[in-house]
Structure formats: structure tokens, C-alpha cells
């Protein structure tokens, strides 16, 4: 099931899309089971649940911490964590830079931008993200590398909705992208889940983060 599910997502996916594929609450088996289809980018939304998922499973998988981060929480990723999503203020990347600096690495970060409508979504406003981007103090952070930038629509049925907000953050991340600095390179936009994946795509997504289309519903219990 979860291989089909895969290797069906996969065939609609053009090359330059990455997908990260979600095993958020899913059991290490399931992991498996889409390592050995040649799946090696997860995403998980809570730290310990993926630190405990990353020493039991194999070490050349690429973990993705897709959720809201609490700072004192980065260290317990910090030595392996290959993409950390959700970004949303200074003092978080300031927390990730220290860390990261302990392993002797870069960390590489997308910031997250609200789009939704919703109050519940965590991320930040456009102005936000360039003012970090564009200040002194986020250019001497040598250990963290912003490489883009995530966003989560609003949880609707409306189509039309969704696609201004996807549409928002490609036009804000081309806007950004001219901000070029050492650790500042804007390449990836982390937009789309199993529900609007292909319409984030037509809007210029190129890493979807796609979980129950893979693995099934989800059984929070
Ligand atoms: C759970 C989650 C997803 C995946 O959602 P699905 O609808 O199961 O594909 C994507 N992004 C984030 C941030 C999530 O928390």
C-alpha cells in the first residue's frame, strides 16, 4: 500500500518537486516500508517523536522537522536535523545557529510565512521575513543557512482561496530571492500536503509535504 501510494505520487511529481514524505505519528515500519521504495526524505512535527524515530532508523535518511519549533527544544535535533520548516521568528534561527554551532554544522532553514487566513497558523508577515533577512545581526549568524521559505494555506474548500495564498508565497519568495547573501539563498518554497499537493505545484511550489496520501489517515489516539 504505502509503496503504490508512493510510487503513484511520484509519477505526477515533475523533477524539480521534492517530496517530503510525512510519517508524523506513523510507526518506524512504515518508514521502512518507504525507505525501501527509495524514499529518503521524512518530515515529522514534534522533536522527540523524530529523535526517536532517527536512532532507530537508518542514518542516511534526511529528516525534516515540518511542525512549530520551541526553542528549547532545537538542541535535541540539532545534530542531525537536515531541514527545519517552521522558522517564524529571529530568536528561534539565533537558538538553531547556537546549536548547530555545537555540532560544528550549518543548519539549513526555510522561513515560515502565514498565508492562511486562519489565526491558528504559526509564521510570520512578508516585512518580517525581510527585515531579518536584510539585517546585520541574521548575517553573522554563521551556522544557519535560510534556503527558503514554507507556507500552509488555509484549511478550506475553497480553490480559489488556496491558490492566492500559494500564489502569495511565490511572489514572496521571488521577491526575497534577490537577497543574496552567505547564508542567505532562496531556492526551495515548502508549500502543498496531500490535499492541494498539485494545485501548490501550478503555483510554484517545489517541496510538497505529503503524509496521508502516503500513509493513510492519521490515528491520533
Ligand atoms: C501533517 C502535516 C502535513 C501533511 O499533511 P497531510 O494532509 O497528511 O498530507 C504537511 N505539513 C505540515 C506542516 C503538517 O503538519
Not at 515500519?29 to 525501501?36: H, L, R
Not at 547556537?98 to 486562519?118: F, G, M, P, V, Y
Not at 539585517?135 to 551556522?143: A, K
Not at 531556492?187 to 517541496?207: F, H, P, R, W
Amino acid at each position: 500500500m504505502i509503496k503504490d501510494n508512493l510510487q503513484h505520487i511520484k509519477s505526477q511529481l515533475p523533477e524539480h518537486v521534492t517530496l517530503v514524505a510525512v510519517s508524523k505519528t506513523k510507526p518506524a515500519s512504515d518508514i521502512i516500508k518507504a525507505y525501501d521504495a527509495r524514499q529518503l526524505v521524512f518530515g515529522e512535527n514534534k522533536i522527540q517523536e523524530m529523535v526517536e524515530k532517527y536512532e532507530q532508523l537508518p542514518k542516511d535518511i534526511q529528516w525534516h522537522m515540518i511542525g512549530h519549533v520551541q526553542r528549547n527544544k532545537v538542541k535535541y535535533m540539532a545534530s542531525f536535523v537536515s531541514l527545519i520548516h517552521g522558522v517564524d521568528n529571529f530568536k528561534l534561527l539565533k537558538e538553531i545557529n547556537k546549536q548547530a554551532k555545537k555540532h560544528n554544522r550549518t543548519i539549513d532553514c526555510l522561513l515560515q510565512i502565514k498565508i492562511a487566513s486562519e489565526d491558528s497558523k504559526f509564521g510570520m508577515s512578508k516585512d518580517d521575513a525581510e527585515t531579518i533577512l536584510s539585517s546585520e545581526e541574521f548575517s553573522v549568524l554563521q551556522n544557519v543557512k535560510v534556503v527558503g521559505l514554507m507556507g500552509m494555506a488555509t484549511f478550506t474548500d475553497n480553490q480559489s482561496q488556496v491558490k492566492e495564498e500559494f500564489i502569495f508565497l511565490t511572489n514572496t519568495f521571488n521577491k526575497l530571492k534577490t537577497l543574496k547573501t552567505k547564508n542567505c539563498n532562496l531556492e526551495t518554497i515548502s508549500m502543498g500536503m496531500s490535499g492541494d499537493y498539485q494545485l501548490a505545484i501550478k503555483c510554484g511550489s517545489n517541496m510538497i509535504r505529503v503524509g496521508s496520501s502516503i500513509f493513510g489517515a492519521r490515528n491520533y489516539n
